[in-house]
């Protein structure tokens, strides 16, 4: 899937945002502990790396990417060697997403969203074209509930502007 992101979607817009999934580590000993089964111990057997796809996917693809785990304590480690190559006073963040709440699925999406659209509408406005994420559009957090304390986020923001 990362792979894909790379080279095989085409954006034809300025807003990108990427929600990623998984029920497993990566292939490769690197990425999860040594209880865990994998059926290729060395890596892909194509020699994709995902940290080198996700760094891809963020500085060129200019995307904003959420991870979302489904068995959180075998994807930790992987989810670790991710974010060892991303630079966060550049703006490069991965977001973890917690799938076992639901509430918290729906108000990361929203803020996710909301935070790439008016960052992109920020860029836009300035007469420039799209450029990576800039980090105060990245370390948006993700606010827990049902998703209406990022409206009431929004429209602090709103006001606070002059």
């Known amino acids: 899937a990362l ?3 790379c080279t095989g979607v085409n954006f034809s817009r300025p807003t990108r945002v990427v929600f990623f ?4 580590p990566a292939h490769g000993t690197r990425y999860h502990e040594p ?3 994998d059926d290729h111990p ?9 940290e080198d796809l996700l760094r891809r996917i963020i500085r060129e693809r200019r995307c904003n ?10 994807t930790a480690k992987m989810v670790g060697v ?3 190559p991303l630079d966060a006073s550049a703006g490069e963040f991965l977001h973890e997403v917690d799938l076992a709440d639901p509430s918290a699925i729906t108000t990361s999406v929203t803020r996710g969203l909301r935070d790439s659209v008016a960052a992109t509408i920020e ?6 074209g799209p450029e990576p994420t800039s980090p105060r559009h ?4 993700i606010v827990e509930g049902d998703g209406r304390e990022a409206d009431e986020d929004a429209a602090d923001e709103t006001k606070a502007e002059p």
């Open 3 to 5: 792979h894909k992101l």
């Open 21 to 24: 999934i998984a029920d497993a």
């Open 35 to 37: 209880d865990c089964t």
């Open 42 to 50: 060395d890596g892909d057997p194509g020699g994709l790396v995902p």
């Open 65 to 74: 990417v959420y991870f979302g785990a489904v068995n959180p304590t075998i």
């Open 82 to 84: 991710l974010r060892e």
């Open 123 to 128: 860029i836009l406005s300035r007469g420039r």
């Open 138 to 141: 990245a370390m948006s957090p």
